[in-house]
């Protein structure tokens, strides 16, 4: 028996239906242009609908992430500011699932945002970006893995810190890493290797806004005032609302 050769066919209206949706970059516009006028088949729209649905999107610290909602990448950079400015709506992170449930970032720092409070539900963001893992970015893989650890059962603090390091070295624009690793540094008794892992990442960071403030706790906790006052006072400068700016120049100051 001769096998049946199965043509499907689409009408112009179809195909419109699945073209890829127009960008607001005009030269995105233009390169989406020019392949339907390359006569692209109706099969091969329909898989590049799919394939751009996600995309890199830069988060605020100017690494790629693969995300198909701008809402996405908004609540993961407010979550961020939340994070450094120790404001009371770190909950925003949660938002980022709702709006791609699928990005390895947002579930992550989901999972980690519920670790200590709901240990069901984070596993369920863990999850999620675990099974999204390969289609993740770099940075977005860096930042699993040591969160992930962090949040696990048999975490040793040496280990977790020594993955944040390694992180930062790939990644030193991260702020919210580097804060991970400043509490981490803190329970441990550590200021010494924390205030090598700031000046580590100091050169890339020098007008954001909070690093400074971070500079400044590990002076601080090593009694070098008067290099924990200058720090402040530059973070201060740049962003009057860096709490441990406002923290560190009124403890340098009564020495």
Same mark, same amino acid.
């Given at each position: 028996? %001769?096998?049946?050769?199965?043509?499907?066919?689409?009408?112009?209206?179809?195909?419109?239906?699945? #073209?890829? $949706? %127009?960008?607001?970059?005009?030269?995105?516009?233009?390169?989406?242009?020019?392949?339907?006028?390359?006569?692209?088949?109706?099969? =091969? *729209?329909?898989? #590049?609908?799919?394939?751009?649905?996600?995309?890199?999107?830069?988060?605020?610290?100017?690494?790629?992430?693969?995300?198909?909602?701008?809402?996405?990448?908004?609540?993961?950079?407010?979550?961020?500011?939340?994070? /450094? @400015?120790?404001?009371?709506?770190? $909950?925003?992170?949660?938002?980022?699932?709702?709006?791609? $449930?699928?990005?390895?970032?947002?579930?992550?720092? *989901?999972?980690?945002?519920? @670790?200590?409070?709901?240990?069901?539900?984070?596993?369920?963001?863990?999850?999620?970006?675990?099974?999204?893992?390969?289609?993740?970015?770099?940075?977005?893989?860096?930042?699993?893995?040591?969160? @992930?650890?962090?949040?696990?059962?048999?975490?040793?603090?040496?280990?977790?810190?020594?993955?944040?390091? =390694?992180?930062? $070295?790939?990644?030193?624009?991260? /702020?919210?890493?580097?804060?991970?690793?400043?509490?981490?540094?803190?329970?441990?008794?550590?200021?010494?290797?924390?205030?090598?892992?700031?000046?580590?990442?100091?050169?890339?960071?020098?007008?954001?806004?909070?690093?400074?403030?971070?500079?400044?706790?590990?002076?601080?906790?090593?009694?070098?005032?008067?290099?924990?006052?200058? *720090?402040?006072?530059?973070?201060?400068?740049?962003?009057?609302?860096? *709490?441990?700016?406002?923290?560190?120049? @009124?403890?340098?100051?009564?020495?």
């Amino acid at each position: 028996m %001769t096998p049946r050769k199965i043509q499907i066919s689409l009408s112009p209206s179809s195909f419109d239906r699945l #073209s890829l $949706k %127009t960008s607001s970059n005009p030269q995105e516009r233009q390169n989406c242009s020019r392949r339907k006028a390359a006569n692209f088949q109706p099969e =091969e *729209a329909l898989f #590049s609908r799919f394939e751009m649905e996600k995309k890199l999107r830069c988060v605020r610290w100017g690494y790629e992430v693969n995300a198909s909602s701008d809402d996405c990448i908004d609540a993961i950079d407010s979550y961020f500011h939340q994070v /450094l @400015s120790y404001g009371r709506n770190r $909950k925003v992170i949660l938002e980022a699932p709702l709006h791609d $449930k699928d990005c390895v970032l947002g579930n992550i720092l *989901a999972a980690h945002y519920l @670790s200590s409070s709901d240990h069901s539900r984070a596993k369920s963001y863990l999850e999620a970006a675990s099974s999204n893992l390969e289609q993740s970015t770099p940075y977005e893989k860096a930042v699993f893995e040591a969160v @992930s650890y962090l949040i696990s059962v048999d975490m040793d603090d040496d280990l977790a810190y020594e993955m944040h390091t =390694e992180l930062l $070295k790939r990644f030193p624009k991260d /702020l919210v890493s580097l804060k991970r690793a400043q509490i981490l540094s803190f329970y441990m008794g550590q200021p010494g290797p924390f205030l090598g892992l700031v000046h580590q990442v100091l050169p890339v960071n020098q007008e954001e806004s909070y690093v400074h403030g971070i500079l400044a706790f590990p002076l601080l906790e090593l009694g070098r005032m008067e290099e924990a006052a200058a *720090a402040s006072r530059k973070g201060y400068e740049i962003n009057k609302e860096d *709490a441990w700016a406002h923290h560190c120049v @009124s403890v340098s100051n009564k020495f």
